[in-house]
């Protein structure tokens, strides 16, 4: 997920202050119901520690916030910094990203302590308007590593057969979505991030692309959907697949999207009976692109999706209710009828550079550039995602094979 941004727009200072204390607090609620065994485990190298999820976030305030503008500032730990940090080689040495679950110490208590230390010494720099792009970036990190942690901890529980649940299921059921299409003339469009607020460094320059006529499904593909693509044999005809999928297919015996068994799926509450009218989740690249085969469709162009995304934003931050998820449920796709908020929708879209993108300067500015090889644009939100994070510029991007996050499609077609 991105992680810098050169926009010169930026929320108010009061704003971002609360913004700051709502995604710290919200990070921690979600620790709450796990055991120190639980905020450990590392289920795969795509995943990290939930523990380690609440350390790295907080040697990010620490590292590009406190250490250069509080001049009175020292580390809390000078040993950490090689623990919790990610990808910054600017920052220097770190653990291998697969070692993350080795780390049994410090324990979830130091690291809340920790994040108690930093959330103080943060307070004077909040109000600031010097450093608020950098606050601003600091709380999209965070929210981006809320949705990890919740991922993460996901696949970590269900490696137990015993199917762990973190809370209790909730009574949501989905509704039925409208059916139809969006239509687009097509034409010139300006695509990329237009609005005043906070934006990541790859949603940007501002540019024209040449769009010819297409349509947007109005639903996701469901549940019922994907059971008969398994039932007329999708995940066994290779016509339907890519070179490199149908490698991958036949290499990992796969044959259902991932958390999926006999009529159910596993969730934050354990296994749980699957919806046929919930849109599909935890799919690859690979098996969206095949199922739009299959179904005579198409996946959806990353500027076709957010041509018709425009002007319907993902609902935005609430000042009375915080910077939260969707606390009507546990994490879970239901179809709100919506573009953002229930899965990442696929796009046939390669992550690359816009014309005239430039990383911003300095170690902030490493992430995007430097991943832009190999992967996939994802479009909209998920249930994981906190309210008010996305946008219809927003660039999600993940390798094709990859389906841990909360990954769907959206058809789309020529006309």
């Known amino acids: 997920m991105a992680q810098a941004s050169t926009r010169p727009h930026i929320d108010p200072p009061t704003d971002l202050a ?6 710290r607090a919200l990070t921690e609620s979600l620790l709450a119901p796990l055991s120190e065994a639980d905020v450990t485990i590392q289920s795969m190298d795509d995943a990290s520690p939930a523990k380690w ?3 790295h976030t907080t040697w990010f305030w620490e590292t590009f916030l406190l250490r250069d503008h509080i001049p009175a500032y020292r580390l809390h730990d000078e040993r950490w910094p090689f623990v919790f940090n990610s990808y910054y080689e600017a920052e220097g040495e770190r653990i291998a990203r ?10 979830l208590a130091e690291v809340l302590d920790w994040r108690a230390h930093v959330n103080a010494a943060m307070e004077p720099l909040l109000d600031d308007p010097r450093v608020a792009d950098l606050v601003a970036l600091g709380i999209a990190h965070e929210e981006q590593h809320i949705e990890l942690l919740l991922t993460d901890i996901k696949h970590g529980l269900f490696q137990n057969p015993l199917g762990p649940a973190m809370w209790e299921a909730g009574n949501r059921v989905a509704p039925a979505q409208q059916d139809g299409w969006i239509s687009h003339p097509g034409g010139i469009a300006r695509v990329g991030h237009q609005a005043a607020g906070f934006a990541f460094d790859n949603e940007g320059p501002v540019h024209r692309v040449l769009l010819e006529p297409f349509a947007l ?3 996701l593909v469901t549940n019922g959907e994907w059971d008969q693509f398994i039932a007329e044999g999708g995940y066994t005809d290779h016509r339907l697949w890519l070179s490199d999928a149908w490698a991958w297919v036949q290499r990992r015996t ?3 999207p991932l958390y999926w068994r006999d009529g159910e799926q596993f969730t934050h509450a354990g296994w749980q ?24 469709a198409r996946l959806p162009g990353e500027f076709e999706w957010e041509a018709a995304a425009r002007g319907q934003d993902m609902p935005g931050f609430d000042a009375e209710a915080g910077n939260q998820l969707d606390t009507a449920a546990p994490p879970l796709p239901v179809g709100t009828g919506e573009l953002f908020g229930d899965v990442w929708q696929f796009t046939r879209s390669a992550y690359l550079p816009y014309p005239r993108f430039r990383p911003v300067e300095g170690a902030v500015g490493e992430y995007n550039g430097k991943f832009m090889a190999g992967q996939w644009v994802l479009k909209g939100a998920s249930c994981a995602t906190v309210r008010g994070h996305s946008r219809p510029s927003y660039r999600n ?12 499609l959206r058809l789309a077609k020529d006309i």
């Open 18 to 23: 609360h913004r700051f204390r709502a995604a």
């Open 397 to 408: 991007f993940f390798y094709p094979q990859q389906r841990w996050q909360f990954t769907g």
């Open 217 to 219: 499904s109005r639903r």
């Open 53 to 55: 999820h609440a350390a």
């Open 254 to 256: 796969i044959a259902a």
């Open 273 to 296: 009976q699957r919806d046929p009218d919930a849109p599909v989740c935890h799919i690859s690249y690979y098996e969206a692109d095949a199922f739009a085969t299959w179904a005579g």
């Open 98 to 107: 697969g070692k993350r679950g080795l780390i049994t110490r410090p324990t």
